[in-house]
């Protein structure tokens, strides 16, 4: 990588060195401290961006308010014609928007375009769902009278996006929100604030084109702060959320405390059964993709194997053969498998979590280590490792957001589940096996207790047209497809009496 191949992937982009990091969708504005961003590839900074200010944030909040008057009344196959415009724009952008997330984030660069293929096949799925926002229709109790519901726009949605998925979280919300009738403020991570601005200009050129008001997407910068100004703001009915466990019960309780609604896509603790009956070589590509793809930063990383007794020494020594072939290094080269970590502080808490293993009676398996050289220059590279442990250890029972497998063994299948089903998150979840029986017993109500149970793939690539989401500390929250749009809208329910007569429900009698 060299420094005209960065200058191009941010010029095509519209990004300068100094950025204006707050947007109503006309232009940029920002009158606050810089945000560096740098990449984690080799440690250079790219651009900054201005955090937004309170008072750049009211004249947002304005504007989206404004905006939204006029957005609620266009009609949803209309919206679906403006996102539609957003997904075509984002198709002749996926080049350069994918090598940006790679560059800003550290993800390899088939990631990053996989990253934007995700943001246009929501895009194409609110298209559609834009004819399709179903309200039903019941039968009342009294007679000539009609009974139906529908779903109208909840108003401003603010979107809080993690660093791990810079560009496609927030697109899920955003493109199912707009169908839907409402508005977004966008609050990226303040790890990767250039990927924002990116994704405002292509929008602000769609705004431009179809001449609408500004205040239909929205970006503001910033970190903690500013979040709070979102979380305590009543003027945002419904505030979606991707991020850490901690951070979530932050922001689910300051929403709660003015009964706002909140999306909450938290940490997983993803778990992989191999069972005795399961088919080994397809099992290892779902297994060391999950857990060292995008260096073990997905929500739906597999962190845990969880393997039959009789399939344990055959599946440890495949896995450490596999390790030994992983290749580490630049992600915007294609022949590597494992790019940086985020940042140095994911350095430390991988490092951390090492310690802790050790400490709390783990075995290391394929041993793990902070990368030094040339090619490590940011200091950001650590090696994927395998420890063997047991499922209660507190370590284990915590989410690292780092490249770290743990491995434990199981006699029987329930034992299995129950080890699955034993933290505290519940995101993803999958069993590698030919046997109908333990599948079907894996996905019923006594099975997996996740958001997400997959059989014979892994626990991370979910697609578009699935709810995503989890249970316990994972937040409850569903995002993209299915009937996730819901969560998006209000539902009114309507009772309309075509007769002259006025019976009252339960059949109350009232005589004037
Ligand atoms: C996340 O890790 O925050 O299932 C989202 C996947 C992706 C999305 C992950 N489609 O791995």
Redesign the pocket.
Known sequence: MNLSEINNILEGLGISKENPGSSTGKEFFGAGPKIVSHTPINGQELASVTQTTREEYEAIMAKSDEAFKVWRTMPAPKRGEIVRQYGNKLRENKDLLGRLVSLEMGKSLQEGWGEVQ?MIDICDFAVGLSRQLYGLTMHSERPSHRMYEQWHPMGTVGIIS?F??PV??WCWNAAIAWVCGDVCVWKPSEKVPLCGIACQNIFNEVLEENNLPEGISCLVNGGVEVGEWMTQDKRMPLISA?GSIRMGKIVGQAVAARLGKTIL?LGGNNAIIISEKADIESTLVGAVFGAVGTAGQ???STRRLIIHESQYDNVIAALKKAYGQLRIGNPLDMNNHVGPLIDTLAVEQYEKALAAIKEQGGTMIVEGEVLQGDEYSSGCYVKPCIAEVENHYAIVQHETFAPILYVMKYKDLDEAIALQNGVPQGL?SAIMTTDMRESELFLSAAGSDCGIANVNIGT???EIGGA?GGEKETGGGRESGSDAWKAYMRRQTNTINYSKEVPLAQGIKFDL
């Open positions: 995700e993690a791990n998925f496609a979280v991707t896509e997905r929500c739906t993803s991370s690539g979910a995503f």
